[in-house]
């Protein structure tokens, strides 16, 4: 996947996460650290991903 594809796709569903928990935070006002913690570990770990491991495609041949 290209780099700035990767990210788009991650900034989206980061979005849509942090969206989604603030709405979930208002219902359930009472859970609200959980999805902060939830939202955080998602920023992490796309943080990581974008930044810290190099995606590969490894070809193999079989070996008679």
């Known amino acids: 996947i290209a780099e700035e594809i990767l990210e788009d796709v991650n900034d989206n569903n980061n979005k849509n996460?942090?969206?989604r928990?603030?709405?979930?935070?208002?219902?359930?006002?009472?859970?609200?650290?959980i999805f902060d913690d939830y939202?955080?570990?998602?920023?992490?770990e796309c943080e990581f991903l974008e930044n810290e491991v190099k995606c590969v495609t490894w070809l193999l041949r079989k070996v008679e």
């Open 39 to 44: 939202v955080k570990k998602q920023l992490d």
């Open 21 to 33: 928990a603030m709405e979930l935070k208002l219902k359930y006002p009472d859970k609200s650290k």
């Open 17 to 19: 996460i942090v969206r």
